[in-house]
């Protein structure tokens, strides 16, 4: 077959995409955009700052910043995916669905600062320093509030918007800690640069709405509305803050239990092996709409839900097996012999992507028939594991301890525990006949 030929048949092919699955394809390769650049630079810059803190100082950084993460679900009050879902399907309501949420999350912000500073004051009553970089981190809180514009471009599949905005204000943070290193600023400065690009970041998303056609000034709050969103979010609250547990509690346990050094280790660890969370988050969050749409087609629901599941499990695999057989080489040319003890972390912690991908993929579902009580239970029972096994772990194995515990839970909360209830019974099948190799294309098509 001659070029010509060749891309004639390509055109014809790329003319069968019909308008909405572009759409799709465009917003998942700006999401992987945003991703690749904080893959990029992201893993660069927190590199460079672990090594120049050292694993003692880059371990109190992390527990800050793990213990700020565990108050902010008040912050979203598990708000994200309904307000994309009450918008696709009340499109007519949209300001009054944004400025509540926004009203809402505001409050919550607010409240969220309070309570992480008190609890730190109660647990840790000595420690200024945690208390100085729970301080200026918890600001962050407040201005999460603005991601409720982030949920609409959710919701009109327009994510390059959100990646402008985010990715502007990380690239430029980026460099202000890089500034930092050769300035050689205390510990502080760096909590507060990570607040600085939080509170940018929500500027770029004000700005990006306004050219995009939309003014924040035309939303207003409903206490009607406010109300049934809540209603509708409690599981969601509560499943957020059983999410939180699984990935920030255990660093507050191994701080509590064995200090700020077996905190650096375990963070140099889940660094990378979390770093790979973008992808099922990128891509369900494109492809959701077009699942939740044809969830009255049973068929076609399920056949969509498979092939996701399939696509997950596959990345997922192939990740873990390249991490964990080269945590040792990673480790050393990332951070250098100091942080050797976190390659054996690293190779064990990485699996937990494997059950990690396949929840995600599965909230498509609990958003359309509405199963995210069941979604609460199963997490709160993996919420409960996690806690358990690090209570028995950490005093023994330190931060390997941790990793081995995190996997369990999210291999619980995020896949078996759907054997035990009749609704969810049928996505454990698919997630176990995920492990089948099989055809995964055409979730949109």
Partial sequence: MNSTALGARMTKELDKISPG?????????????DRVVRLGMGLFVGVWVAR??????FGSLNFAIAFVALFGTVTTFGLEGLVVREVLHNAQHTHEILGTTLAIRSGGGLL?????????RLIQPHDRQALLLVSILSLMLVFQAFDTIDSFFQSQVQSKITVWAKNSAF????????????AKAPLWTFAASYAGEIALGAIGLVIGYRLSGGRIFAWRSSKTRAIYLLKQSWPVIFTGMAIMIFMRLDMVMLKMMKGDYAVGLYSAATRISEVWYFIPM???SSVSPAIMRVKDDPELFYSRLRKLF?????TACVIGSIVALASHAIVRILYSTSYSGAAPVLAVHV?????????VAQSPWDLSKNLLTLSLYRTIAGAIINVAMNLYLIPRYSAMGAAIATVAAYAVSAV??????AKTRPIFFMQMRSFIPTKFWGITG
Wanted: proline share 2%; charged share 5%; glycine share 8%.
């Fill in 416 to 421: 078996f525990a759907n054997a035990f209830s």
């Fill in 351 to 359: 699996w937990a992507s494997v059950f990690v991908f396949l929840g």
């Fill in 52 to 57: 120049y803190l050292g694993p003692v100082q």
């Fill in 171 to 182: 690239l430029v943070f980026a460099a202000v800690r890089v500034s930092l290193i050769y």
């Fill in 310 to 314: 399939s696509l997950m499990t596959m």
């Fill in 282 to 284: 990128g891509i369900v």
């Fill in 21 to 33: 699955l572009r759409k799709v394809i465009d917003n998942i390769g700006w999401l992987m955009v």
């Fill in 112 to 120: 969220a600062v309070g309570l992480s500073i008190a609890t730190l």
